[in-house]
Nanobody, 122 residues
Framework: QGQLVESGGGLVQAGGSLRLSCAASGFTFSRYAMSWYRQAPGKERDLVATITSDGSSTNYAESVKGRFTVSRDNAKNTVILQMDSLKPEDTAVYYC???????????????WGQGTQVTVSS
């Protein structure tokens, strides 16, 4: 059974940085694109960033472009979200996700982590 465990959240002042990690186990990590989502209180869960399975391509939400960087290490089964120039509106629970995909007719299910809280004070 696949598992994702996030770490690295915490409290930081506006303008500061945090580095989130997501450790994967129980599935073939290198086959999956990985995404980071976030959910603020009373709001929907929003996509923040995605990285392809081989790390060759990334995409970001407009709100974090130029401030956040997603990367991965397939040898260590880890995906990282480096967050710089943090703003109070970045406050949320951050989740990593292994993006489900089809390989031929075989469906490879996705996985979610349990989330890590990020709080940015003004």
């Amino acid at each position: 059974q696949g598992q994702l465990v996030e770490s690295g959240g915490g409290l930081v002042q506006a303008g500061g940085s945090l580095r989130l990690s997501c450790a994967a186990s129980g599935f073939t990590f290198s086959r999956y694109a990985m995404s980071w989502y976030r959910q603020a209180p009373g709001k929907e869960r929003d996509l923040v960033a995605t990285i392809t399975s081989d790390g060759s391509s990334t995409n970001y939400a407009e709100s974090v472009k130029g401030r956040f960087t997603v990367s991965r290490d397939n040898a260590k089964n880890t995906v990282i979200l480096q967050m710089d120039s943090l703003k109070p509106e970045d406050t949320a629970v951050y989740y990593c996700k292994a993006v489900p995909f089809y390989r031929g007719s075989v469906y490879n299910r996705g996985y979610w982590g349990q989330g890590t809280q990020v709080t940015v004070s003004s």
